[in-house]
């Protein structure tokens, strides 16, 4: 993880003090943002490989930068967030965040997120130029390379997240996958019993290329096993 560049869009600098603390110890080098414009800039300016953002900004709130930031990078995007169960961290992982982590925090625990985020983007980048570069099903084909899904030949947008599970679901057709199994594969880490993001990942990837997300076509869930994607109707 040497040379791993992690960008912190954070308005409180104790938090941004301890998270550069603890990723430059691991060899990261860490860039720190105040708010959106300083976000956007640092962004296209360091390139980095993932980013740290705050739910709650004082100019523009964490959701409308992640939206921003999905226009220049595909980059892990881990959310902050000093709430509970919220519809703020629903709403971040439907614009494009990757997962979350509550204030307050446990320094190792954000340290292990990052390094996981960061081995499984790793791990997603090998295999694409292994394996073959289109996956094509009925009224759909997934572009591993290019990262680009194409419903009834229309462009679907996906989050990076989003891809990822439905790369490891249609790479391997009709297998059955536990949900340990598929958060394993997509986040490169134990889910440590914890579902809720592969849930709500799920759910809006339905919404996304499913005809009707209640009676879903591709991603279709095995009562009390997991998910598998259909390859055939």
């Known amino acids: 993880m040497t040379g791993k560049k992690v960008l912190v869009v954070d308005d409180e600098p104790e938090i941004c003090e301890l998270i550069n603390l603890y990723l430059s110890r691991e060899g990261f080098e860490?860039?720190?943002?105040k708010n959106s414009q300083e976000?956007?800039?640092?962004?296209r300016e360091k390139e980095p490989d993932l980013i740290i953002l705050d739910i709650l900004l004082p100019d523009i709130d964490g959701i409308e930068i992640c939206m921003e930031l999905r226009k220049i990078t595909e980059v892990p995007i881990i959310f902050l967030s000093c709430k509970g169960e919220s519809e703020d961290k629903i709403m971040g992982l439907t614009v494009g965040g990757d997962d979350y982590i509550t204030?307050?925090?446990s320094p190792g625990e954000m340290v292990a997120r990052v390094k996981a985020h960061l081995r499984r983007s790793r791990l997603m980048q090998e295999k694409d130029k292994e394996q073959t570069s289109r996956l094509v099903?009925?009224?759909l084909v997934i572009d591993l390379l290019s990262h680009e899904v194409l419903?009834?030949?229309k462009k679907i947008d996906l989050s990076s997240m989003e891809f990822k599970i439905l790369a490891v679901l249609a790479q391997n057709p009709n297998k059955v996958f536990s949900a340990e199994e598929l958060y394993e594969k997509a986040w490169g880490s134990n889910s440590m019993g914890d579902f809720r993001t592969l849930m709500v990942h799920i759910s809006n990837l339905r919404k996304k290329i499913e005809p009707d997300p209640s009676q879903p076509r591709y991603i279709t869930t095995i009562r009390g096993v997991g998910y598998k994607f259909m390859a055939e109707e």
Request: without cysteine.
């Open 151 to 153: 419903l009834g030949g």
């Open 30 to 33: 860490v860039s720190t943002a």
């Open 39 to 43: 976000a956007l800039k640092l962004a």
């Open 137 to 139: 099903f009925p009224n």
């Open 103 to 105: 204030k307050p925090f």
